[in-house]
């Protein structure tokens, strides 16, 4: 019985080590402040968009998991009347913007 008490326990110390390990790496490898302003994410909408927002939900969980990118960026590819009132629905979180094709350099550069 003995056995079996001390092999949980290394293998939760184990575990929580290598929770620890990780999140030293992720703070080495993705600092909080640089990447959330330099990256945008993109994403080209057409039709009436009905995937738009599950995939600015996506978007948004993993901005707020991770940090990689700053923005949303929803890019009208030939949005109908009902994609676009999905889009600009979408676009009062404050993470994500609607735009022309025309318009992406404004939000890149």
């Known amino acids: 019985m003995q056995l ?26 993705f600092p909080a402040g640089r990447c959330r302003r330099l990256a ?12 738009l927002e599950e995939q600015i939900r996506f978007l948004l969980q993993i901005r707020g998991e991770q940090g990689i990118f700053g923005r949303i960026l929803v890019v009208d590819c030939g949005l109908s009347e009902e994609g ?6 979408l676009a009062k979180h404050q993470a994500v913007d609607v735009c022309q094709k025309a ?6 550069a």
Request: charged share 15%; net charge neutral; aromatic share 6%.
């Open 4 to 29: 079996w008490q001390d092999g949980l326990v290394a293998m939760l110390a184990a575990v929580g080590l290598a929770s620890l390990m990780w999140a030293v790496v992720k703070l080495a490898a």
């Open 40 to 51: 945008v994410a993109v994403v080209p909408a057409a039709g009436d968009g009905s995937d």
């Open 84 to 89: 676009r009132r999905a889009a600009g629905l």
């Open 103 to 108: 318009d992406i350099c404004r939000y890149i």
